[in-house]
């Protein structure tokens, strides 16, 4: 079992940063790969962001660029560096974490959730 536990998450505004924070808890975090999803309200979750045990990472094409996604397994944390935050970015973001070598786009492929953290970017 993996505990997922969310932060960094608050009120921006347009073209600011933020660095969300998912702490894992329970078992080798390291042989888990990571994602991160969103879900703006009215609309479904989405993916952002995967890492996978060993660094290699992939992005929705909404964010690329302008997010990026990293791991220090050394403390159990896996980051989202929001640069260039949009209106649209505003969402509740959920880290997740999946046994198995590579991330994911697909939500379904996740077995750990955490609670979620909101981001709310204004003009």
């Known amino acids: 079992q993996v505990q997922l536990v969310e932060s960094g998450g608050g009120l921006v505004q347009a073209g600011g940063s933020l660095r969300l924070s998912c702490a894992a808890s329970?078992?080798?975090?390291?042989?888990?790969?990571t994602g991160w999803f969103r879900q703006a309200p009215g609309k479904e979750r989405e993916f952002v962001a995967a890492?996978?045990?060993?660094?290699?990472?992939t992005y929705a094409d909404s964010v690329k660029g302008r997010f990026t996604i990293s791991r220090d397994n050394t403390k159990n944390t896996v980051y989202l560096q929001m640069n260039s935050l949009k209106l649209e970015d505003t969402a509740v973001y959920y880290c997740?974490?999946?046994?198995?070598?590579?991330?994911?786009?697909?939500?379904?492929?996740?077995?750990?959730w955490g609670q979620g953290t909101q981001v709310t970017v204004s003009s």
């Open positions: 997740a974490a999946r046994r198995g070598t590579w991330g994911s786009t697909m939500m379904k492929e996740y077995d750990f």
């Open positions: 890492i996978s045990w060993s660094g290699a990472n």
């Open positions: 329970g078992r080798t975090f390291s042989n888990y790969a």
